[in-house]
C-alpha cells in the first residue's frame, strides 16, 4: 500500500489545510494541534485533525522528494490506521 503525504519536514499544522490533507510527522517536538504525535500521520478531515498510527510494510510519497520513488516512510510503517480515542 502506498500513502501519499503533503509534507514529511511540518512541526506544527499548516494554518488553512484542504479537507483531506495529509502530513507525516517526523519532528521529535511537534507542536499545536500535534503536540505528542511524533512518528505518526496526521490527516485534516471534518475541520479538525485525526492522528494516524503507521503500520508495517508500506511505502510513503512525498512531494518534498520531487522525482524520488516511493521510499518506505519509516522502519515499521505500513498504512493507516485512526488512534482509538
Given at each position: 500500500m502506498q500513502l501519499a503525504?503533503?509534507?514529511k519536514d511540518?512541526?506544527?499544522p499548516p494554518a488553512?489545510?484542504?479537507e483531506g490533507d495529509r502530513y507525516l510527522?517526523?519532528?521529535?517536538n511537534p507542536s499545536g494541534?500535534?503536540?505528542g504525535w511524533s512518528g505518526r500521520i496526521a490527516r485534516f478531515q471534518d475541520g479538525g485533525w485525526l492522528s494516524l498510527k503507521?503500520?508495517?510494510a508500506g511505502r510513503l510519497m512525498s512531494p518534498t522528494r520531487?522525482?524520488?520513488t516511493p521510499s518506505p516512510a519509516r522502519p515499521g510503517c505500513r498504512s493507516?490506521?485512526?488512534s482509538p480515542p
Open positions: 503525504v503533503l509534507d511540518r512541526a506544527a488553512s489545510p484542504a510527522i517526523v519532528s521529535g494541534a500535534w503536540t503507521p503500520l508495517a520531487p522525482n524520488s493507516a490506521r485512526p
